[in-house]
């Protein structure tokens, strides 16, 4: 690989530190939490600093990842965290231990494929409290719940759902309490005990600090909240981790003086919107060596004071350094954090290298 930068710098340490955090602050309220591998593409370094930190089951929504996680030798029980596809039942059933379902077609075709393993495959039921993403609706739990425990090969282990991120629903005491009225009554009415109330992700973290979470919600699935210290919908950052876990540095290969409105007819831009300007006078931008092929742009902050990205196209991003605390020079990197998105796109790009840090040595 060609050396120096894009490279995205991992402190492995506060991702452990995250992990331990939110592991403690939810076994208090006698929660378990699962950790969510997707935002990082699974990096085993990754892993393993979760797994320092304390936790146990691991959860991701791409196969590709469940199988690097097994070749990398985790040993850990793995939720497949999408839904399967048809065409997948026989990986999922070989690699993963669970995987949340809402389609009774493929629970039958994931039971046949444990079965000729001599294996059995842990359902986690998803049910659809309002957000309108994976799960069966709450007036149809019993039957397909009824349906489910009829099928050899397959042991129901809990019932799940998913909030803020179709329809951006909040969780709420409300929403999650539906979920622990429904295992009760499963338990009532069809003599059905479910192990695991999975109570949704880092946007459910809150109600635990508030202290609202409703009494049978034993189950988060974290990912953002150990990752970055934040919490999209809830639009927080969470005081008590770090946020300083990954940051993502680029060579600037251009300084100049420039109008801040394009001179010409505007057509489109390279990726077919029509860009609006407002016109600042003449300011010192900053052309770094990275692009949209490289990462989704709007997912970096740059960490500098006074440093703001104008835009994009899929080589060069354009920052403008007028008011920049520090004096930027070609050949200076620039230095930006991500949120969920950029950290999403800049851990699977193979044009950005990996750095994984440990102990102090963290600089800025
Ligand atoms: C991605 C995902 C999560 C983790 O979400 P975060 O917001 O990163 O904590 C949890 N559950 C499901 C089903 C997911 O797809």
Not at 248 to 263: C, D, F, G, Q, T
Request: charged letters at 20%; hydrophobic letters at 40%.
């Amino acid at each position: 690989m060609v050396q120096g930068s894009p490279v995205l710098e991992i402190a492995l340490d506060k991702i452990r530190e995250n992990s331990a955090r939110v592991l403690q602050k939810c076994k208090e309220k006698n929660i378990d939490v699962v950790g969510v591998t997707k935002g990082f593409s699974a990096m085993h370094q990754i892993v393993s600093a979760m797994v320092a930190g304390g936790i146990q089951g691991l959860a991701d929504a791409r196969m590709e990842n469940i199988i690097e996680m097994r070749k990398r030798h985790f040993t850990n029980p793995i939720t497949l965290l999408r839904i399967p596809r048809l065409s997948h039942v026989n990986i999922v059933v070989r690699y993963a231990d669970s995987s949340i379902n809402s389609e009774i077609t493929v629970m039958k075709a994931l039971a046949e494929a444990a079965q000729k393993m001599g294996r059995v495959h842990q359902i986690i039921l998803m049910v659809d409290l309002g957000d309108l993403r994976e799960g069966v609706l709450k007036e149809n739990v019993f039957s397909t719940v009824k349906q489910i425990i009829q099928i050899p090969g397959l042991e129901l282990i809990g019932l799940g759902t998913n909030m803020g991120c179709f329809g951006g629903v909040l969780p709420s005491v409300n929403n999650l309490g539906i979920l622990v009225r429904l295992r009760q009554a499963v338990q009532e009415y069809l003599g059905i005990g479910l192990n695991i109330l999975s109570g949704g992700a880092t946007s459910s973290l809150l109600l635990v600090e508030n202290n609202t979470m409703p009494k049978g919600i034993n189950q988060l699935r974290i990912g953002e909240g150990i990752l970055l210290g934040t919490d999209t919908t809830n639009n927080r950052i969470i005081p008590w981790l770090h946020q300083d876990t990954f940051r993502l540095r680029a060579e600037v290969i251009e300084v100049k003086n420039k109008p801040s409105v394009p001179i010409g007819e505007i057509g489109q831009d390279a990726f077919g919107n029509i860009p609006e300007f407002e016109d600042k006078g003449i300011r010192k931008r900053a052309i770094v060596a990275l692009g949209r092929q490289e990462v989704y742009v709007e997912g970096l902050i740059p960490l500098a004071k006074g440093q703001k990205v104008l835009g994009a196209s899929s080589d060069h991003t354009i920052v403008d350094v007028t008011d920049s605390q520090y004096e930027i020079n070609i050949g200076d990197e620039i230095v930006f954090g991500l949120n969920y998105a950029g950290l999403l796109s800049a851990s699977d790009s193979r044009y950005v290298k990996k750095n994984f840090i440990t102990g102090e040595n963290y600089g800025s």
